[in-house]
């Protein structure tokens, strides 16, 4: 919370032995002239700024009233009106926000292992950050998919698989892994 000094003051009058009471909701202050200035005409004397809590089910309204008690010490010749201490929150339902979903995991596809292989099967590591659907396949030098590894609905976590690879010609081929918003590629080449 802070109290500035309104229009009718600036440049005039200054803001100081400022308390604030969070547990009371009190404020205390001293307005004190820069010079031989008077406080004359009307305006905005104070400007405030708080942090406020909306009101609970039970209040039934909106609207939450500030009291203001303006007390001026050592004069009689000040007058301060109140006009319009009501503050309108505006609630937020929680439920017009983004939700964001955080994970341990991590989306990822490993280098093959081995590579280059000449016979037998490669083992493929990856990671699914979130339960989703799922596909790896093995693409050769055409385009053409000649092998999928996987392909489904996957939950989230770590994964190696061991992929037969004895069927396969020699030459270089491409494993892409797509999950969900992630893509990865890996190359790994096969001589015979």
């Not at 020699?170 to 790994?188: L, P």
Request: glycine share 8%; with cysteine; aromatic share 8%.
């Amino acid at each position: 919370a802070s109290i500035e000094v309104g229009s009718i003051l600036e440049g005039r009058f200054t803001v100081q032995d400022l308390k604030i009471d969070d547990v009371k909701g009190e404020m205390t202050l001293r307005l004190v002239a820069t010079g031989t200035n008077i406080l004359n005409g009307s305006g905005q004397i104070l400007r405030f700024k708080f942090d406020s809590f909306l009101p609970t089910a039970e209040v039934g309204s909106d609207y939450s009233t500030l009291e203001v008690n303006v007390e001026a010490m050592g004069t009689q010749c000040l007058l301060v009106d109140d006009i319009g201490s009501e503050v309108k929150l505006v609630p937020t339902c929680v439920y017009d926000l983004r939700w964001i979903a955080t994970t341990a995991n991590q989306y990822y596809l490993g280098a093959i292992s081995p590579n280059p292989v000449k016979n037998g099967a490669i083992d493929v590591n990856f990671g699914v950050a979130f339960d989703g659907w799922t596909e790896i396949v093995i693409i050769n030098t055409k385009g053409e998919v000649v092998k999928r590894v996987t392909t489904g609905q996957m939950r989230a976590g770590d994964y190696t698989v061991r992929v037969d690879i004895n069927d396969l010609p020699n030459g270089m081929y491409i494993i892409t892994m797509a999950s969900e918003h992630f893509r990865q590629k890996q190359e790994f080449v096969i001589t015979r």
